[in-house]
């Protein structure tokens, strides 16, 4: 050692450019080293000698990283790992008052002691250090370094109130997590600095703090170490914290480590206590203030001078006291302790039999355990270290391989990805020691990059679960006065400053969901103040929109596309319903106004469209006196009013008012007057929502599916709903009412006193089954008998040899023919009927007479046969108002039986049956077909 080398001490407290002046000194030379408390602060520093020097001469050397160029002048390391013996120009040591730490403590005490520059050694640190410095190092120089900001004790504050760019720091990595979940619902978020993280997520964390993201931070002391942050404010929310050993209160000196991070270079800072933390005593502020502060009276202290000659000998020198008054031998530390847990092991025990195997014992017993798990458990992983090494020479490299792979995921939540770092920041630290893996160069790669990849999954998982980037963005700006510009996507999600902040559906604006009550007077104040020009410009779109963008809804809503932009509501006019605009107050008057009349123009065409007939005429002024009043009626019942409701006024029409109203599509049916062109599905849909709204329904029926000629008849439907529908009711379904007319149709010409069956004309037109039908009939009035008999099937045709056809084939009818009534009697009975060679089938018919002659159903007239029923029209055709437009069987025009183009069936005269030949073997059973 040098005797002549300049010692400084550059004693002071937080931001006096000690550090600063330590690098400029160790540039100074041609060589240096400088030992820093932590892995993070450490790479700081290397990173800024690079950006001066290059990285081809600087050095990086912690527990887990290794940068060691070729050429290299200037190292940067952790104090502990420090390599010994470099021979440097120049040496620092830095926060050199961590000679007091009980866990780490003896290794600055042996920088203190015994680390040395050739030429000059600085020791960094608080002014606490200066006795002992002296008494220990009795050359050093003592330089005083004064801070540069002043440092003032503002009291207690809610977090809630907390202002921008203030640090909170806790003592549990609990309370940590929940301030920071408290700011990011009130504030949008906050970094996350612990000494738990990687160096990479936490210059990540650091970085988004720096650069503005975020505005508050939340940390443990280990702010309190060398970081250089932007922070006006440092609160306490806690001021004990657990040791290791106990909870203790923490001493002036380490509040005001951490307080001195608030106020940088010449900008001065703030410190104050928050939540349950009680207000700071006077004495307590005043010396953290002031920099004064009860000098450090002992320094922690183990012998380095250490002897590998047994496993016996060199826990005896680890054990050595001191009677130095400055040093108290250090409490049990990790590798001592794991050096006592494997000496029981009888296999080490027997490997460690030499000095070059007792030291490589204890290199293995100073792997950190980074894992925190049980000193047991520790030990194990040492133990199977240790004896590959010792039997091997290295570790192997696929057991190695295996650890590393368990842990390289990046799926889990914070507590699982912080776990995943710890692990792998000791196989990190097993693949930088020299010589315990083949491949070195490899597997410092291989771990450095699973660090680097759950260090990035951890600070994504912290920014994801503490940081609401849209508030913070939003705030930012709105605080710095910022124009806000609005942008509005073909899905209508909005986004300002680039953060989605909610959708705009139609002329409102629904914030996203995901935001939190504290967070939503901030979003939409942010947010409507910006989409103020979108409100205009997408009215404008919306005023030039053709109608085929606008739709109603059943309910009487108004849509724009998938957009609810209004609604219907009634007025004295069923026909001219008013509109109601939805649209934020926030868009303003005139955009309320715009939308208004557009839609209120839609409305208006598509009535005007959709009831053209109805409205025609009620403008027909040739029309007068009871027509013009009947017409009047169908205008005030949207062109449908069941027969039964008007059966007076339609017997005092005359047949000039019958035939205006015709004119103009009026079909007067036996049960409905209506106008046939209004029954489509678009006008029927319609008319529900205006009739709905006239009524002042709370909740709109919907229109039945387009296309059905029976539905089921539900109960509880408004009174009149059918009828509007286009439907009448008539048991357990609802027909049609065009299809109930052309079925009356069909019925004028039946017996109904005597009964009739229905035919397949009758179910075809109706869709129905023949039990449905039944239960039709009876809701028109009709009473219904049920009957069964038996099914006679026809035999099947004899089949003649190729070469002997029959002359004359002979046509076989395709069906049974069902009996006009129950009173007809068949040719044969079925006693007279061959006999059928599998057990008899069963057939079920209806017979159906008129109410009245068992009880007379409501709603109807007596038919009487051959007679227009209940005062109805005889209207043939398609929607026709005449007879003879039929085709019968004599062809086009001609006066044959009726035909009803709509259901595509016709009543016409049998035709002539050809002889039967009497030699034929189904002659007897054509014969009772001919009969029946």
């Not at 203030?166 to 003592?171: D, L």
């Not at 009964?755 to 009939?777: C, P, R, V």
């Amino acid at each position: 050692m040098n005797t002549s080398a300049r010692i400084t001490a550059v004693l002071g407290p937080t931001n006096t450019g000690k550090t600063h002046y330590a690098i400029e000194r160790m540039l100074a030379y041609r060589t240096g080293i400088i030992g820093l408390p932590l892995r993070l602060l450490a790479r700081e520093v290397y990173d800024r000698i690079v950006a001066l020097r290059g990285p081809s001469v600087v050095a990086l050397v912690t527990g887990e990283e290794r940068i060691v160029p070729d050429r290299v002048q200037y190292w940067v390391c952790t104090v502990e790992a420090m390599p010994p013996g470099m021979g440097c120009d120049f040496l620092a040591i830095d926060e050199i008052q961590l000679c007091a730490d009980p866990e780490r403590g003896h290794v600055f005490t042996d920088r203190l002691l015994n680390a040395r520059g050739t030429k000059e050694t600085v020791f960094l640190g608080s002014e606490t250090m200066r006795p002992a410095i002296a008494a220990m190092v009795p050359k050093a120089q003592f330089m005083k370094k004064e801070r540069f900001s002043t440092l003032t004790y503002s009291g207690s504050k809610k977090i809630s109130r907390m202002r921008p760019r203030s640090a909170i720091v806790s003592f549990s990595v609990e309370n940590v997590y929940a301030i920071a979940e408290l700011l990011r619902r009130t504030k949008g978020g906050a970094a996350v600095v612990m000494g738990a993280l990687s160096p990479r997520t936490r210059n990540a964390q650091v970085e988004m703090y720096q650069n503005g993201d975020v505005d508050y931070l939340v940390a443990t002391d280990a702010i309190g170490m060398g970081l250089n942050l932007d922070i006006d404010h440092v609160s306490f929310s806690a001021l004990t914290k657990f040791d290791g050993q106990r909870v203790r209160y923490l001493e002036p000196d380490e509040l005001a480590q951490i307080a001195g991070r608030a106020g940088r270079h010449m900008t001065h800072g703030t410190f104050g206590v928050t939540g349950e933390a009680h207000e700071l005593d006077e004495d307590v502020v005043e010396a953290i203030e002031n920099h004064t502060f009860r000098p450090v009276k002992k320094l922690q202290w183990r012998n380095s001078r250490l002897q590998f000659g047994s496993i016996e000998r060199l826990l005896q020198t680890l054990q050595e006291r001191t009677d130095d008054p400055w040093l108290t031998r250090v409490r049990e530390s990790d590798d001592l302790a794991a050096l006592r847990n494997l000496s029981q092991d009888a296999e080490v025990v027997a490997r460690a039999s030499d000095g070059k195997s007792v030291q490589l014992l204890w290199d293995v017993c100073r792997i950190p355990d980074f894992r925190g798990i049980s000193r047991n458990e520790h030990a194990n992983l040492l133990r199977d270290m240790y004896n590959f090494l010792h039997q091997h020479g290295h570790v192997p490299e696929d057991w190695f391989a295996r650890q590393v792979k368990r842990i390289d995921r990046t799926d889990g939540n914070i507590d699982t990805l912080s776990r995943r770092l710890a692990f792998v920041r000791t196989w990190t630290y097993v693949a930088q020691r020299r010589g315990w893996l083949k491949d070195e160069t490899h597997w410092r790669e291989a771990t450095r990059a699973v660090e680097d990849r759950l260090s990035d999954a951890l600070h994504d998982a912290l920014t994801q679960r503490f940081v609401d980037r849209r508030t913070s963005v939003l705030l930012r700006r709105l605080k710095q006065k910022e124009g806000l510009v609005a942008e509005v996507n073909e899905q209508g999600e909005v986004t300002v400053g680039g953060e989605f902040v909610g959708k705009l559906e139609g002329f409102r604006f629904r914030m996203d969901k995901t935001a939190s009550a504290d967070e939503a007077k901030t979003l939409r104040q942010a947010s409507v103040q910006a989409l103020a020009p979108q409100f205009h410009l997408r009215a404008d779109r919306f005023y030039n929109a053709p109608d085929t963008e606008i739709d109603f809804t059943d309910q009487g809503g108004l849509m724009w596309g998938e957009h609810a932009v209004g609604k219907l509501v009634a007025s004295q006019d069923a026909l001219k319903p008013e509109v109601v605009a939805f649209v934020d107050d926030e868009a303003g008057e005139d955009v309320a106004q715009k939308v208004q009349r557009r839609l209120q123009h839609f409305i208006d065409r598509k009535i005007a469209a959709l009831f053209e007939p109805l409205l025609a005429m009620s403008r027909d002024e040739a029309m007068a006196g009871l027509a013009r009043g009947f017409a009047f009626r169908l205008l005030e019942n949207f062109g449908i009013i069941p027969r039964g409701e008007v059966a007076d006024e339609v017997k005092q029409l005359d047949q000039d008012s019958r035939g205006a109203l015709r004119k103009h599509g009026v079909r007067f049916g036996q049960f409905t007057i209506f106008m046939p062109l209004l029954l489509k599905p678009a006008p029927t849909r319609l008319r529900l929502v205006l009739w709905s709204l006239h009524k002042n329904l709370d909740d709109f029926p919907d229109a039945p599916p387009p296309g059905l000629v029976t539905i089921p008849a539900a109960r509880g439907v408004p009174q009149g709903f059918y009828a509007m529908a286009g439907y009448r009711a008539a048991g357990e379904r609802a027909i049609r009412i065009d299809m109930l007319e052309r079925l009356a149709d069909m019925l004028r010409d039946k017996d109904s006193r005597n009964g009739f069956e229905a035919n397949a004309d009758m179910l075809s037109i109706t869709g129905m089954t023949l039990e449905q039908f039944a239960d039709l009939m009876q809701g028109l009035g009709y009473k219904a008998d049920k009957g069964e008999r038996a099914k006679v099937k026809a035999a099947a045709p004899e089949v003649q040899p190729a070469e002997t056809p029959t002359e004359e084939p002979v046509e076989q009818p395709s069906e049974q023919p069902a009996p006009e009534g129950p009173n007809e009697t068949p040719a044969e009975t079925p006693a007279e009927q061959p006999a059928p060679e599998s057990p008899e089938e069963m057939e079920t018919f209806f017979t159906f007479t008129w109410g009245g002659r068992a009880q007379r159903a409501a709603g109807g007239n007596r038919p009487q046969q051959g007679q227009r029923r209940g005062g109805g029209d005889r209207e043939g055709g398609k929607g026709g108002e005449q007879r003879g437009k039929g085709r019968g069987p004599k062809g086009k025009g001609g006066k044959g039986p009726r035909q009803d183009k709509g259901a595509k069936t016709f009543e016409a005269k049998p035709k002539k049956e050809k002889q039967i030949d009497p030699d034929n073997p189904f002659a007897a059973a054509l014969a009772g077909f001919k009969a029946k």
